[in-house]
């Protein structure tokens, strides 16, 4: 079988992000999933035994004083290096905007070919294909890259893990970067998080609303039926327009893209760049005052009415079946 | 200060957009073509410092079919003073590594000190050309930045990640992509419109680049679409009136679902 780097995650603290299951279980698929992680020197041992329990059956540690202060670039050295050593069949990341970042300049460098944002992986013989979903899901594409390795970027929590838990091959490699050609991070400004509720991508509740709400107060009805079916909170473009969220709740074309088992749009038109972003979920249930709004074509349960009536009098039906 | 503002055509998201069951491409013919609302926001950006610094060039740059032409004299209707257009029957299909390397070999042969693109196109949506660009040419990169500032030998900026925010910069001459977090653009007006038409207006061939497809693309891994299908369209489930039980009835949908 063939190794499969897939580049690790690491949050600022140090931890595995979320996304690392999910890319392990995407390398296992179609190969020997070898973890690769950029850290500051020491910092990587800790990660071992997670990476192993999460379907890594090797792991390369890459130590580096430059982590965290050159963008991308220690993690676009790393995975070099490790093609040069372990001449992979493919080579993994995450399809967040660091991720992609590192799979642009490695292909450049390496001149291997690039999949963007698979949302599944397979071998056929010694082909790799990968599939997509385009233009919000109106389309499925299957594609591949002539010549090997290709780089694949997978799309965040779209392939379920964790792969089966191996004891980890761990090799430590250290790593100096040329700083002349890389971005420099002055500082990390990390995102605080008040809530408990689940992140949007990959969520399988996602409970979003729209300019309908009518201000940022009244949009905590949004978050209120969010916790109660313990989904995670998104948005219109047009609500976030509005000021009444932050962008990164915002859900279609040009926002993040989610496929949950149940979608919940509260005063959403359902404009097709909306749509875009969220038609691919399994159930979708709308509520608008708007009789003709373009959300009811694809919603499978649809209220014409009020959302300021409906939303509480479901959380109390919710929360009494709760009790029951 | 040179600016070079990458600008792709891309079919209207306001229309549907299909792709070719034969070649997986997107059937550009069968949409409306419009330059992508996002790299209007570069150029907005690029404008902008223009604006305030005299003796800013702009310099608008695509590659892509002969249509494109109407999207680079938008741009310079609202401001750029001349247009770059890579045209080269080779480039058809194009994936993102050959994309990369054209725009690049133009670049070189334009001259900048910072190249400014939309994050990622609203057809494509890969967000990946403007760091292989960078690589391609020996410099830094920043893309997704939700600011720019501009200075005379560096740009610096904040971009989030799902994770976290980064401040971070780089030294110029770099590549910067930017998120629809920058402002909207400027609309073009009459006299931009009549003074476009006499602002050079450059079509370049790969030949013309200096780049021979057979010797730059060898062995240049190139993705290709195997499959495309088109799913079914959704369609409309139940649709109720509220007649003051709804919120019950919606709860009674999610538990035959099994949602709750």
Known sequence: MSNILALIEVSSNGDLRDSTSSLLAAAARIGSPVAVVVTRPGAGSALVERLGNLGAAQVVLAESDQAGTLLVTPQVDALAAAVSTLAPGAILTVNSVEGRDVAARLGVRIGAGLVIDAVNLRSEGLTIVATHSVFGGAYTVESTVQGRPLIVTVREGAIEGPADAAVPVVTTVSLTSDARNSAVIDEVIDLVVTSTRPGLRGATRVVSGGRGLGSPEKFALVDQLADALGAAVGASRAAVDAGFVGQTCQVGQTGVTVSPQLYVALGISGAIQHRAGMQTAKTIVAINKDADAPIFDIADFGIVGDVFTVVPQLIAAIESRGKK | ?260
């Open chain 2, 1 to 260: 200060m040179k600016i070079v503002v990458l600008v792709k055509q891309v079919p209207d998201t306001y229309g549907e957009r299909t792709l070719d069951p034969a070649t997986g491409w997107i059937d550009r013919a069968g949409s409306d073509a419009v330059i992508d609302e996002i790299d209007e926001r570069a150029l907005e950006v690029a404008l902008s410092y223009k604006d305030s610094h005299k003796g800013t060039e702009v310099v608008v740059l695509s590659m892509g079919s002969k249509a494109v032409t109407v999207g680079l004299r938008k741009g310079l209707a609202m401001g750029a003073d001349s247009a770059v257009h890579v045209l080269d029957a080779a480039l058809e299909g194009a994936d993102v590594g050959w994309t990369a390397a054209a725009i690049a070999a133009a670049l070189t042969s334009t001259g900048f000190d910072l190249v400014i693109a939309g994050n990622e196109s609203t057809d494509g949506g890969g967000g990946v050309v403007p760091a292989m660009v960078a690589e391609r040419l020996g410099l830094a990169h920043m893309t997704f930045l939700e600011s720019v500032d501009i200075s005379a030998d560096q740009v610096a900026g904040e971009r989030t990640t799902g994770q976290g925010t980064l401040r971070v910069h780089a030294s110029l001459p770099a590549v910067i992509s930017i998120t629809e977090n920058l402002p909207e653009a400027r609309f073009p007006n009459f006299r931009g419109i009549m003074s476009a038409k006499k602002k050079p207006f450059r079509v370049a061939s790969l030949g013309d680049l200096g780049i021979d497809p057979a010797v730059a693309f060898a062995g240049v891994g190139r993705s290709v679409v195997l499959q495309a299908t088109k799913r079914p369209a959704r369609t409309a489930g139940t649709k109720i009136v509220d007649e003051g039980n709804a919120g019950v009835k919606l709860a009674d949908f999610l538990v035959a679902g099994h949602l709750i």
